[in-house]
């Protein structure tokens, strides 16, 4: 089993739809949790990092992480055209130990215009 | 240009030879890191480093070498290349392991005959 599981998609969606993204784990040790998102053939760019549980909005972005269920989402409302790409979600397990810095596959999402 | 920088940008090479890869980093991070990037794995760490002269192992280091003689350079060389290293390399760099925000070159499309 991986440690981080993700649906690869794709995901298509009409302009203007509210888009929901999903990872689950296995290790509950997982402290630090980020979304990133990548163009194609481009390199991933960080989009949203929290810590712990909670939620975390920045515009139309919305993270949310659920320990309990060992569970984290991406919400992205008005969806539009240029969201078009695949998103990662990525978790650690401590500051200093990096090598448990575990990446999903990723999620393939198109926005239809 | 500021930024982190890989090249080459695409590589055809042939089994048996020898490749390197280059990843410069222009912000002074402490941290660099290569991954590789393969449909249904998402991103797994090759090696990484701490700094200058320390590098270490990640989730699949095998067929692979790394150096990191000054802070802004970081080569991955395939030492004997194989078709199972055909994949998308990217070097990221960050100044704190485990939580921080790791920035990503925009990789290394690497072909191996």
């Known amino acids: 089993q991986k440690e981080v599981e993700q649906d690869p998609g794709p995901l298509s969606v009409p302009e203007g739809a509210i888009v929901s993204l999903n990872c689950t784990y296995s290790n509950s040790a997982f402290q630090y949790f980020m979304w990133y998102r990548q163009y194609s053939r481009k390199g991933p760019e960080l989009l949203m990092y929290t810590y712990s549980s909670g939620n975390k909005e920045d515009g139309r972005f919305t993270a949310q992480v659920d320990k309990s269920s060992k569970y984290i989402s991406l919400f992205i409302r008005d969806s539009q055209p240029s969201d078009s790409a695949t998103y990662l979600c990525?978790?650690?397990?401590?500051?200093?130990?990096?090598?448990?810095?575990?990446f999903g596959s990723g999620t393939k999402l198109n926005v239809k215009p | 240009d500021a930024g982190i920088t890989q090249s080459p940008r695409y590589k055809i090479t042939e089994t048996g030879r020898q490749v390197t890869l280059m990843c410069h980093q222009t912000w002074s991070h402490s941290y660099m890191f290569w991954y590789r990037q393969d449909l249904g794995h998402g991103l797994r760490l090759i090696y990484y480093?701490?700094?200058?002269?320390?590098?270490d192992k990640g989730e699949v280091p095998d067929g692979y070498v790394v150096s990191r003689s000054k802070t802004e350079n970081f080569p991955l060389t395939l030492e004997s290349a194989t078709r199972s290293q055909t994949s998308v390399y990217f070097c990221?760099?960050?100044?704190?392991?485990?939580?921080?925000?790791?920035?990503f070159g925009p990789g290394t499309r690497l072909t191996v005959l």
């Open positions: 990525a978790m650690s397990a401590s500051s200093y130990n990096f090598n448990k810095f575990y």
């Open positions: 990221a760099s960050s100044e704190i392991t485990g939580g921080g925000e790791q920035f």
């Open positions: 480093s701490a700094a200058a002269d320390i590098t």
